[in-house]
C-alpha cells in the first residue's frame, strides 16, 4: 500500500544533490524534533535506501512542483544566485521565514545585496565566517538575526550515515605520508578564474609544484566543471616524473564511485568517514583546505602561491579573490590547529572581491529582468542595480 504523504511545516531547499550534507547536518544537531520536506532544486535523484533513511528521521524528500504548491512555516536556503533569480526563485515558495545557510564550508553567503526581509536565521558550518561587505548589506533589524554554527560533529555524522545508507566502506588506506591529492578547481577553463589568453592550467601547476615538498605519488580528483584532454593529464605526468620521479595516479582508480549517489565517491567523504594519512594537499582556493585542516592535523596543506597569479590570472580582481579566499583560510587553520578541540572559531574577512565577481555577473542578468518585467518588485531591484553600479563601476 502506498504510504500517503504528510506535509512538512519546514522546507530544506538544495539548489544540488552535493550541498545535501549541510542543511542536513543542520536538522539533525538543530531539527528539536521538527519535520521537513527536502528538495534538490535542479532534479537530481537520490537513492531510494538513502530516501527511506531520511523518511526514517523525519525528513521527506519531495518534488520541486509539490512543495511550490504547499505552505510552510520556514524555508532553509542558500543565497547562491544573482539577486533577482533569487528572488524570482522564493517568489515560487509559500513560506512565513527564511533560515540562510552558507555554502558549506566556504561558509560565505556571497555577499547578496540585500536579503529577504523574511529571514531570521544564518546558519554556518564548523566556523563562523564574518564578512563585511555581507554585513554590509544588511538592515539594523537583520543584524540582530541569530547565526548559528552546525558542528563538525554534525556534519561527519551526516556523512558518515548517508554513506553507510549507500553499504559504501572506505579504506582508511588510501592515502599515505608520502602521497600529494590534489583536488581540482576550474580554474582558467571558466568565466570565475579566467587565464590569459595562451596560459595552461597545466604550466601553472607545475610552476607550484617546483617549491612543494617531493611526493612519491600524486593522486589528483578531477573537477566535474573542468573540460580536459589527454595532453593535460600527459602534461602533468611527464612533468611530475621529470621532477619528482612520481607516478600520477586519479581518485577514481583508488576509490570507487557509487552508482546514483557519486558525491559519496569524493576525497570529501572519505576524509570525514575515516583517518586518512595523507603527506601533501592542494586544492587551490576550496574548501578542502579547512577540511584536511580539521581531520589531518599532520598534512602539509599547499597554498596558492600569490607571487605568480598575474602571470595566469586574465584580471587582478581573480587575483585578489584567491589571495583573501586563502589568506581567510590560513588564518583558520591556524586557528584550528592553537586552541582546544571545541573551541569556537570566528574568522573575520572583508569579502569585498568575492562580492565584485557575484555582483559584476549578477549585474546584466537583473537588469535584463527588470527590463522583461520578469520580477514584481521593480523599485526594490533596481535600488539594488544603482547601488552596484556605483559601487562597483
Avoid at 552546525?150 to 548517508?162: C, D, M
Amino acid at each position: 500500500m502506498k504510504v500517503r504523504y504528510i506535509m512538512s511545516n519546514n522546507l530544506i531547499v538544495c539548489m544540488s544533490r552535493g550541498i545535501i550534507f549541510y542543511p542536513l547536518a543542520y536538522a539533525l544537531e538543530f531539527g528539536d524534533g521538527r519535520k521537513f520536506d527536502l528538495v534538490i532544486a535542479n532534479g537530481q535523484k537520490l537513492p531510494l535506501q538513502v530516501c527511506e533513511y531520511l523518511t526514517s528521521i523525519g525528513i521527506n524528500v519531495i518534488d520541486l512542483e509539490l512543495a511550490k504548491e504547499n505552505q510552510y512555516e520556514s524555508i532553509l536556503v542558500q543565497p547562491y544566485q544573482g539577486l533577482s533569480k533569487h528572488l524570482n526563485f522564493l517568489s515560487s515558495f509559500n513560506f512565513r521565514n527564511i533560515s540562510y545557510y552558507s555554502d558549506a564550508l566556504r561558509n560565505g553567503m556571497y555577499s547578496l545585496v540585500g536579503i529577504d526581509e523574511r529571514a531570521n536565521e544564518f546558519i554556518y558550518f564548523g566556523f563562523e565566517l564574518i564578512e563585511e561587505t555581507f554585513l554590509d548589506n544588511l538592515t539594523a533589524r537583520q543584524m540582530q538575526i541569530p547565526r548559528t554554527v552546525v558542528s563538525f560533529e554534525a556534519i561527519r555524522e551526516t556523512w558518515v550515515k548517508l554513506g553507510l545508507c549507500m553499504d559504501l566502506k572506505c579504506d582508511s588506506e588510501i592515502l599515505n605520508p608520502e602521497d600529494l591529492l590534489i583536488v581540482m578547481r576550474h580554474w582558467g577553463r571558466s568565466p570565475n578564474y579566467p587565464f590569459q589568453d595562451g596560459k595552461k592550467l597545466e604550466d601553472y601547476l607545475m610552476l607550484e609544484m617546483e617549491t612543494w615538498p617531493t611526493s612519491r605519488r600524486v593522486v589528483i580528483k578531477e573537477h566535474p566543471w573542468l573540460e580536459t584532454d589527454e595532453l593535460f593529464y600527459e602534461t602533468l605526468r611527464s612533468g611530475i616524473q621529470r621532477m619528482w620521479g612520481s607516478q600520477l595516479y586519479f581518485w577514481s582508480d583508488l576509490f570507487p564511485v557509487p552508482e546514483g549517489f557519486p558525491e559519496l565517491g569524493s576525497p570529501e567523504y572519505a576524509l570525514w568517514s575515516t583517518k586518512q594519512s595523507l603527506g601533501n594537499f592542494y586544492a587551490f582556493d576550496g574548501s578542502l583546505n579547512s577540511l584536511v585542516a580539521l581531520v589531518s592535523p599532520t598534512t602539509s596543506i599547499q597554498y596558492p602561491n600569490p607571487v605568480i597569479f598575474d602571470q595566469f590570472f586574465k584580471f587582478k580582481s581573480i587575483s585578489n579573490l584567491v589571495l583573501e579566499q586563502t589568506t581567510w583560510q590560513k588564518g583558520f587553520v591556524s586557528d584550528l590547529r592553537a586552541k582546544p578541540k571545541n573551541h569556537k572559531i570566528v574568522v573575520k574577512t572583508s569579502g569585498v572581491p568575492y562580492e565584485k565577481m557575484i555582483s559584476k555577473m549578477s549585474l546584466f542578468e537583473q537588469a535584463s529582468s527588470v527590463l522583461k518585467g520578469e520580477v514584481s518588485n521593480q523599485s526594490y531591484l533596481l535600488s539594488k542595480i544603482i547601488r552596484l553600479k556605483h559601487k562597483f563601476f
